[in-house]
């Protein structure tokens, strides 16, 4: 049977669209996803919207909507955006539905059974904006007089009767769980802050609220809501079921939780600690990625500058912003976008690069070698040398997958096609044609191999156009797996191919909005 995988997004907040952060975690993951389902796994990619919570209470009440309205007319915005980005999720969860309270109050009720959670009376520091409580030592007072978190967003003096959560235990359990598994937090420079933070002790964490009902009752204590975070966290859980075992059960653990790295102090501390407390197996990695600035600029739905991913997708097309934003910015680093950073990155890689290789190794097959797959006579060293370094494309792909290093994916690949282009110019099929016509046909069956190990790869990142790319060289769809780049699989000489059609077309200006 085949190995489980399973991953997840951070689930996001409906309070307004969603914004080409959402968009580019979302991208990411389902890169992930889509490289381990072509790889043999049996993947399970859950996406979803965070429904509860102050947050989302105040933005409904500023938009004169309750916070149940507010969260359908968005939560459908999200779920709509993760089918125009080409999302591959397997469920789409909301933490408003009847399974998501089921399993957030038989969570509470574990931590209850476990002895670590007690009532007494909050008295703190609260942002609203990140659903966060901080310590006094992490604010500061700016010159406006308002009082900050470590994020940058104001924070309200809070008092109020609350249960809690005995954090403070699970310092050094944590710090143990850490230790024994270097690869639970990625990348290394959120695992240090991380560890600086859980070895500067913890304090017992507020959670649950009195002072409005938009939330999932305490189980026994209804005037109480959980902590908007309590809940938010428990959705990887729900969506395998629990606390019921059924067919998605075997799912949990979670192989992957995909986050940005300002949530990273919730999927890193908090939510492993709950899940010692219930007595449940701990996700095996978390990887935060970081933030997207549009030419610098911070995005967020507060702060405005929104700059909206269905757009993008009208201006550039699904698969250039995809393979832009993979690429362009190492992932778990933050990374600025422009229009002419898009339109640069795409028209040289995949225009030039590779849409030109294809297309021209493609219609000199189909005008010299009667539209089929030319039959190869005697591999040369220059014909080995670019095979070999196409074949070892997987091994190097998987490795950085498993690392999350996206752009390092598609750099490998690209240097493959880069050096493609230096074999064709080189071997020069075209002078071979009237002199050679055998090893021409030789050079252009190498191309077109390199070719088809190339746009296998690319599936999880541009699935359309890799797909046509696959079309072109008369792949058939069950030939697309990472089974046919084992390295005794190659290209069917003599095979038929369609009429090639440009693949990779170039961007040209009509001065869009976006950028
Ligand atoms: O944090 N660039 O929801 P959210 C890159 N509901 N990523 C960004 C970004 C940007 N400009 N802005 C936001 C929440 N993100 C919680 C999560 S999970 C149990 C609950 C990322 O809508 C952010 O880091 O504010 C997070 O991973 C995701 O988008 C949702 O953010």
Redesign the pocket.
Known sequence: MAERFYLTT????PNGRPHI??A??LIATDTLARFKRLDGYDVFFLTGT?EHGIKMLQSARDQGMSPRELAELNSAQFERMAEALGGSNDDFIRTSEGRHREASQAIWSRMQAAGDIYKDAYSGWYSVRDEAYYGEEETTVREDGQRYGPQNSPVEWVEEESYFFKLSDFQERLLAHYEANPDFIGPTERRNEVLSFVRSGLRDLSISRTTFDWGIPVPGDEKHVMYVWVD??T?YLTATGFPGEGERSAFWPADLHV?????VRFHTVYWPAFLMSAGLPLPRRVFA?G??FNRGEK??KSVGNVIDPFALIDVYGLDRLRYFLMREVPFGQDGNYSHEAIVNRTNSELANDLGNLAQRSLSMIAKNCDGKIPVPEGFGEADTAILDAAKELLAKARIAIDRQELHAVLAAIIAVVSEANRYFAGQEPWALRKTEPVRMGTVLYVTAEVIRRVAILLQPFVPESAGKLLDALGIAADERSFTELTPDVALRPDMPLPAPQPVFPRFVESEPEAG
């Open positions: 951070a689930i996001s907040y952060g959402h580019y975690e965070d938010a966290l959705n986050i940005g790295k300002d949530i990625h933030f997207l995005m967020s």
